[in-house]
């Protein structure tokens, strides 16, 4: 049987291995408790598993491959040997047996049977998590245009270390600085459009002028903000794709169109692609006015 005190699991990954294979049947423990866990740590160390990815391919082998074996183990009394057994011409009808088999077997042990699937559950609910963040994060690429270029700017202060706002001046000199290619700021806000069947609360975002062009993204009807309406702190707005379909019926006449917000009225100049709402689920774009310090 596993001894952890024996073999001294150095890893998170070997003391839930050697919970793991108590499904498996006591007597089977302890004649390959020691080839087991020796397996378990050669496995690790292959090439093929190596990476987040690889560890989500190893412990997805490792589950199942597990659960499959100490099904079919307890199932043979021996507890060391599988019988064998011809293959079947009838791939569904043995493929029902097994089914039939292997619910007997486990309604014959509920213990064994909750640990199984707590073990399953647990195995595929943390392999899609980190599969979620991996993709996300790593693999899926951003909507935008060289990605990899893009950076995020922020600025800290001495008296409150989390704060990441950046201050528009500090804006002003890095855009005319030549360290970037190319440079945009925004703030968060939130407006209230009224005028249609009932009021609702937007996520809007002031913007400079130049925001779309450092993300490379255009509207995909009409245009974008420009340096005139933002110097102007003129009101027009940009609309997002799922803004233009809920409140607007997908309508091209809203180009030109005079909206309510915060019952100040806002000419809708373009409206973005679907799934743009960066930064933050924003539903609306509107000019972010140059911030001018007395002297």
């Known amino acids: 049987m596993i001894n952890p005190a024996e073999h001294k699991p150095g890893t998170i990954g070997e003391r839930f291995f050697l919970n793991l294979v108590r499904l498996y049947p006591r007597s089977f423990r302890a004649t390959f408790a020691h080839d087991l866990l020796s397996t378990y740590r ?34 043979d009394r021996t507890g060391t040997t599988l019988a064998v057994r011809s293959l079947r011409s009838n791939v569904v009808g043995g493929i029902g047996r097994e089914l039939r088999l292997s619910t007997r077997t486990l309604a014959r042990e509920p213990g064994f049977t909750v640990v199984a699937l707590l073990t399953l559950g647990l195995g595929i609910g943390a392999t899609t998590a980190v599969f979620t963040i991996v993709n996300g994060v790593m693999l899926t690429p951003l909507a935008y245009s060289e990605p990899e270029q893009l950076v995020r700017v922020y600025e800290r202060e001495r008296d409150n270390p989390n704060a990441r706002m950046v201050a528009y001046g500090n804006y002003v000199d890095l855009h005319g600085s ?108 509107i000019p972010l006015a140059p911030v001018t310090d007395p002297i």
């Open 42 to 75: 050669a496995d690790r160390q292959r090439r093929e598993f190596a990476g987040v990815v690889g560890s989500m391919r190893f412990w997805s082998h490792t589950v199942v491959d597990v659960l499959r074996t100490s099904v079919a183990l307890r199932r």
């Open 178 to 285: 030549g360290v970037f290619e190319d440079l945009a700021i925004w703030a968060y806000s939130s407006h209230t459009l009224t005028g249609e069947d009932r009021a609702r609360r937007v996520l809007s975002r002031e913007v400079s002028a130049d925001f779309a062009r450092v993300l490379g993204v255009a509207p995909v009807m009409g245009r974008w903000i420009n340096v005139a309406e933002e110097v102007g702190r003129e009101r027009v707005v940009v609309l997002s794709d799922a803004l233009w379909r809920s409140n607007f019926a997908s309508a091209d006449s809203v180009l030109g169109r005079v909206i309510q917000l915060d019952g100040e009225p806002f000419t809708v100049v373009g409206v973005m692609p679907t799934g743009f709402d960066f930064p933050y689920n924003a539903q609306a774009w």
